[in-house]
């Protein structure tokens, strides 16, 4: 940790040379932070300064590529979203129910495989690697059976 501190200065000056904004900058800056303090003991490495920057070439990687994923209208951004209000009306109420029924009727048409795909991944919070192994089949291929899965649910609810 020690020598992420010493780097900070060098590694926001680099996240920020490849990042449009200060704030985007920042929130890498944080991320690495975080994954720094998660990370086992960084005095066995033996390069801490090209390793600090791996990680934050990946970072960046990342961020570019969430940036431009197909479905970026999609997204919501948090500070756009409302809080969960207790005082909702009867018709709010039983939207609510009905959209939760035929989810749960949606999960029911889907095809086994994806719906044990879906389930693992997204219910158990399980990694697309966890729910390969399980599975016995490829990475892609499960994200092919998330992503399915996910529009014909959304097309079954809200569709």
Wanted: hydrophobic fraction near 35%; proline fraction near 2%.
């Amino acid at each position: 940790m020690r020598s992420y501190i010493s780097l900070r200065p060098a590694l926001k000056k680099f996240l920020r040379s490849r990042l449009p904004t200060d704030q985007d900058a920042e929130d890498c800056l944080n991320d690495l932070a975080t994954r720094v303090l998660t990370s086992s003991n960084d005095e066995e490495r033996g390069n801490l300064q090209g390793y600090l920057f791996a990680m934050a070439s990946n970072l960046v990687a990342d961020w570019f590529r969430a940036s431009h994923t197909r479905q970026i209208g999609m997204h919501v951004p948090i500070y756009d979203l409302s809080l969960a209000n207790d005082d909702l009306s009867l018709e709010d109420t039983l939207d609510g129910k009905q959209s939760y029924r035929r989810f749960e009727e949606g999960l029911g048409k889907l095809k086994q495989d994806e719906r044990h795909a879906f389930e693992l991944h997204r219910v158990q919070s399980k990694t697309l690697s966890q729910v390969a192994d399980e599975l016995d089949v490829s990475i892609a291929r499960v994200r092919k059976l998330i992503k399915r899965s996910h529009s014909k649910l959304i097309n079954y609810v809200w569709g």
